[in-house]
Structures are given as C-alpha cells and as structure tokens.
C-alpha cells in the first residue's frame, strides 16, 4: 500500500520497500508532501489512539492528533533523525492531550466523581442496547470504561504499556516516572482496575 | 524460592522487565498451583486490556473518514508563510511613493521653482519615513525570526529600501542649492 501511495509522487529512496521513518523525516524537511501523508498514515493509529484513551472523546482526540502531527511537522528540523520517530511523536501527542484535559479542567468541573459505579454505568455503551449480549464485548466495553475512568496520570500508563506496548523504560521516558516506579504504578492501576470492575459487577449484579 | 513471589515481581516477569527469572521462580511457578494461578490471572488480565484499548472498528472508522493525512497537509499548507496584509500594504505604499519620486525627478524642472520644493520636500519626508518604518520592521522581522516568503521578496524588499536611500540622497544634494537660494534672497 505505502509503494502504491508513492507511485505517483517521488520515487521511494527505497525502491520495493515502504520507506524508513528515517527517510521520511528528511524528505518532509524537503517539503514533501507524500512523505508526510505517508509518515501520518504510518502513525496515526498510535497518536489518535492515545489522545482517545486519554480524552475520551473520539472528535477532541482527532483534533488534537491533528495539531501533533502538525506540531511535530514544525519541529522536524529540530528532531535528532537517528532516534525513534514513534516515541517522539507518542510524547507530543501526549503533551496536547494533557493541555486540553487540563483547559477542559480550567472550563469545567470534573463529572467523574461520586459514585464510581454509576458513572461506570453510564459509560457502557452497551447498557441501553437490549442486543448487546455478547460477554466479551460487554466485557471489553466495560474495561475500557474503567480505564476511562482512572486518573489521568494512571490512565496513561495503561495506555502505554497496554495499547502502545512499550517497555517499562519508553514509559518512563515518556512520563518522566522513574523507571523503578513504572511498574509499582502500573499494579496500581491495574488494582484500581480491578476495584472498579468488581463494584460494576456488584452493580450489575444489584440491578439484576 | 520458598515464599510466594508478590505480585510486583509476577507483573513484571510477565511483562518481560525483571530481566533474568529470578532464582528459584521458575521451579517455584512448577510446583505452587496457587501462584500458576496468579499469573495466568495477571496474563488473562492484561490480554483483556489489550482487547479493551484496541481501537474499535467505530473509532477506527471514524479515524479513517477524518483523513488525518489530508488534515495535516492542508493545514501544513494553510501555515505556510504568506504576505500579511500589512507588510503589501507598506511594500504597496513605498513603491507608489518611489513612483511618484521618480516621476517628479522627471517632470520636476517643468514646474516652477517654489512648487518644486514644495513637492520634492514632501516626496523626501514621505520616503524617509517609508524607508525607516520599512527597515525597521525589516529588522524586527528578522530578530523575532519570522519565515521569509521568499529569497526573492526578501530581495526585492532590499533593493527597494536602497532605492530609496539612494533617491534621498539625490534629493538631499538637489535640495542642498535650493535651500542656499533661498537663504541668500
């Protein structure tokens, strides 16, 4: 698909094969055009994803990797070609979502407080849907309600390490936790996880 | 290993960050049906994290219809540097000016001395201060680090703030006679 892309533009400095993310840092300092279509295709899942698990809403998330990817575009000159693009571009994408949950804080008072298993209810998209009887997607739909639920921080170490895969020292680097403490703070969550799943079930099960 | 390891050292061993097995888990997790359980507890939990946080087919639908891709560009082409209407207004405004500069240094002679002072004074003052607001925003623009449109703007807003120094000092030197004239009457 990435030769296919390029047909019609430049030639690809690697010929048969999609393009290094090296090489697609210099042909956008060049200005072009295809590369950086090619580079936001190539890592749009992970700057979208991450922006969505932070912010919750699907349309600030597209906005906000929108304005990274842009940002990063700026800042090319200044980024060192010979480290990863993906973590660079993970970190700035975390910096807007992090700004625009903390104007969103400045705006408005919080909701997710009080009862932990309401606000939990609310979030299962499934709840209202009377055809939603599949366990795993009720099961996945309410996990990714308590993960939405976290604390920011907490929530984004999950997403990190859950969604992006990365290691317990990209996590560090990515939020300034020192590393021997990623993974006590992980367990962390995953109890607050765990809590606020069991108090959903006890819910559910209150209702029922 | 002879206790239970704690949860800390299940979760990171499972997540490939204690390094090396620590000694005696492996034989420990052989043998303790308990802690077997633990971990796959903790796998199975992690698993289901993965699936949860995965983006969904809506989102990635969603993300697909946006173009992220056609996004970027046009608002990469949208910032790209383009002429304020301010900077044309005064690049408009001193080019006018060196016009009529030049033509009255043409068509000045065939007009009467007094009318022709008068006019090549106003031309001077109008010019000079063109010229210093022109470089001075010039200098600004430049320690601020404003983008350039171009070499050739950059270059032809040189020439013409040259231009006009040049004419000044033209007229200072035709004003300089002028000026004597009318001191000796």
Known sequence: MPAMALATHEVPMTIGDAPTDEELVARCRRDDPAALALLVERYQRDVFGVCLRLTRDPDAALELANTAFFKAYQSLDSFDAGRPLRPWLLRIAINEALNYLRRQRREREHTVQGDEGESLAERIPGRDDPAATVVAAERRAAVRAAVAALPVHYRLLITLRFFHELSYAEIAEQTGVPINTVGVQLMRARHLLRRALANQEMTDDDSS | ?185
């Not at chain 2, 992220?68 to 405004?93: D, K």
């Open chain 2, 1 to 185: 290993m002879t206790t239970h390891p704690d949860e800390l050292l299940l979760t990171r061993w499972l997540d490939g960050e204690a390094g090396a097995a620590p000694p005696g888990l492996t034989d420990h997790l052989a043998t303790c049906d308990l802690c077997r359980e633990r971990l796959a507890r903790l796998a199975d939990e992690a698993a289901a994290l993965r699936s949860a946080l995965a983006l969904t087919p809506v989102e990635l639908i969603a993300l697909r219809r946006a173009d992220l891709p056609g996004c970027v560009a046009a608002a990469v082409a949208s910032a790209q540097p383009v002429a304020g209407p301010g900077r044309l207004h005064l690049v408009a405004l001193f080019s006018l000016s060196l016009a009529a500069g030049l033509a009255w240094a043409v068509a000045g002679p065939l007009v009467e001395p007094g009318l022709r002072w008068l006019g090549r004074l106003l031309d001077l003052t109008t010019l000079s201060l063109l010229v210093t607001v022109r470089a001075a925003v010039l200098m600004i623009e430049t320690v601020a680090g404003e983008p350039w449109l171009s070499l050739g703007l950059l270059a032809s807003e040189l020439l013409t703030i040259t231009a006009g120094l040049l004419l000044i000092g033209l007229w200072l030197q035709q004003l300089r006679p002028l000026t004597a004239a009318s001191g000796a009457r």
